[in-house]
């Protein structure tokens, strides 16, 4: 017998072209050169928003990775299984050129299609985006070594996938190993030794505390070799189809990125392949680890932009009291404010990725080399906040593992932790200013473009301007700044992204951000507390 009709709960957030649905995105894109992917995207939004991808995204992050260490028989196999529902994600991804398309076809655009495409699918499954990231990121510095390049970039570049650890593939994804039980960011002070075999060959013993997606293809790794500490492509598998004696200890019991296995590995023995010059390791793996960054902000942005989609999904779907939620003034500002945040990001994001084109002048690698670093700090932190506000908005609902929400929540935090916590950026940024202060040279021509047309804007860049200059005059008198690099980094952010999108950006959407973030009523500490006068129905409409 049936107890009661259920009615007043939102539909089911599916069949949605998620690029479509994603304004901000779309106008970036455009503006980026990049609209030669439309279909493309278009395509992408299409396939993540269906049931079916969906209920994969769930499936992969309930059945978590198992390892394997041993078969049957008692041989060493070192295998991780993942569920059928990850093998179709990352599958799809990899079809799309979610992981190296700006390099297979490098053109004006080609790094913000991309980076549409991986947020696209980062925003439904964000653990599968952990080794598309890496390989994407490997791809530069594996292109620089002639020999192994010849080997490794067609596969690289390609997009098929194959998930097994087999010889003969046409594609491969990459991972990477740089941090030990004792160093963690110190890299430094790793132990993994190197001993040289010849023709460029090592063989490699030690150990790495984290090696994310180890069923990857091959991985770049960090290990001392006589000419001190170097860097290393080593496969999973030797020339011969045998296993490289890289051993998988045990998987990481992570708060998040649940679909994406993370493991301890000892390396007895294993062969590695020298890139670059022996004791150039840090230089040499330094541009894939400022590409993961760059991504990092994009997974950031991407499960940004899921919170604040399934928040305003459900509140335009729900009553209370009399009235749809949306429609209440407290909740229509919490929305707007949710979009505000992934709409600074999204713009800064979409500016950087185009600095990272085969066509980016000096300034834009300038602008890049910093704003990069500023940006990985800020979005990465501003994300589980956004994330824990936007769950809020779905009441009980949002906290139980039924919707995506409670997922988002506990990925978020990861972004802030992977390629350089925030003090590990905020001393790059300190260092950026000091070695090479051409990137702020090139930073700030980038936010001046904006001059004019918003006296707030104007104000906070006269700010962060002489910030800029009193840290410079520490560090040129010996002195510290580091306790003031935190507050350094937020101006900094805040200013690109504010001038981003007064040159950009709708009205309300412009003035919603420098009223909220930088005007004198700004409050900035919990989402909602949007000043009066603030088009907050507007902005509200575009999340």
């Not at 790793?190 to 150990?207: C, D, F, K, Q, S």
């Not at 929540?409 to 940024?429: C, F, H, K, T």
Request: a negative charge; one cysteine or more; charged letters at 20%.
């Amino acid at each position: 017998m049936s107890t009661h009709e259920v009615f007043n709960q939102a539909p089911a957030r599916v069949d949605i072209d998620e690029y479509a649905a994603n304004v901000a995105l779309v106008e970036g894109v455009a503006r980026y050169d990049a609209a030669w992917a439309d279909e493309a995207l278009h395509a992408t939004g299409v396939h993540v928003g269906t049931a079916e991808f969906q209920h994969d995204a769930r499936r992969a992050n309930r059945h978590k990775p198992e390892l394997r260490t041993h078969d049957r028989w008692g041989h060493r196999i070192d295998e991780v299984e993942y569920d059928p529902s990850y093998h179709r994600i990352i599958s799809a991804a990899v079809a799309d050129g979610a992981h190296t398309s700006a390099f297979a076809d490098p053109r004006p655009g080609a790094n913000v299609a991309r980076a549409a495409t991986f947020m696209l699918y980062a925003q439904i499954e964000p653990g599968h985006a952990c080794p598309a990231s890496m390989t994407h990121s490997a791809a530069p510095v594996i292109a620089q070594q002639p020999e192994l390049a010849a080997e490794w970039m067609p596969r690289l570049l390609s997009r098929s996938y194959d998930g097994r650890l087999v010889s003969g593939k046409e594609g491969a994804l990459f991972g990477m190993a740089m941090t030990e039980k004792q160093g963690g960011s110190d890299v430094r002070a790793n132990t993994t030794v190197a001993v040289p075999i010849g023709e460029g060959r090592y063989e490699l013993t030690g150990h790495k505390w984290f090696c994310s997606a180890p069923m990857s293809d091959g991985f770049l790794v960090l290990a001392q070799a006589p000419g001190g500490l170097s860097c290393f492509l080593m496969p999973r598998l030797r020339e011969d189809g045998t296993r490289n004696a890289m051993h998988i200890m045990r998987l990481k019991d992570k708060l998040g990125n649940a679909a994406n296995a993370s493991s301890e590995v000892e390396y007895r023995g294993a062969i590695g392949h020298l890139i670059g010059d022996e004791g150039r390791g840090v230089r040499t793996i330094i541009e894939m680890v400022t590409n993961t960054r760059l991504d990092c902000i994009l997974g950031s942005l991407a499960g940004m932009r899921q919170a604040a989609a399934e928040a305003a999904w459900h509140v335009r779907h729900r009553a209370a009291f009399g009235r749809t939620l949306i429609d209440q003034p407290a909740m229509t500002g919490v929305i707007a404010d949710l979009q505000l945040e992934a709409e600074g990001v999204t713009a800064a994001a979409l500016r950087l990725a185009r600095a990272y084109d085969i066509d980016a002048s000096a300034q834009d690698a300038g602008f890049a080399r910093l704003g990069t670093a500023v940006m990985k700090y800020w979005a990465c932190k501003r994300g589980p906040a956004h994330a824990a506000e936007a769950l809020e908005c779905l009441g009980g609902n949002g906290y139980t593992e039924d919707f995506p929400l409670a997922m988002r929540y506990r990925e978020q935090p990861v972004m802030a932790v992977w390629e350089g916590s925030g003090n590990v950026i905020a001393l790059d940024v300190l260092r950026a200013l000091a070695r090479e202060p051409s990137s702020f040279e090139a930073f700030d021509a980038e936010v001046s473009l904006a001059r004019g047309a918003d006296a707030r804007l104007d104000a906070h860049l006269d700010r962060t301007r002489a910030l800029v200059r009193s840290v410079a005059a520490e560090m040129a008198s010996d002195a510290a700044p580091e306790g003031g690099a935190r507050g350094l980094i937020s101006a900094l952010a805040l200013a690109l992204q504010g001038a981003l999108l007064v040159q950009h950006a709708p009205a309300s959407v412009a003035d919603g951000f420098v009223a909220s973030r930088l005007g004198e009523d700004a409050t900035g500490f919990l989402f909602g507390e949007l000043p009066t006068g603030v088009d907050a129905g507007a902005i509200a409409a575009r999340a």
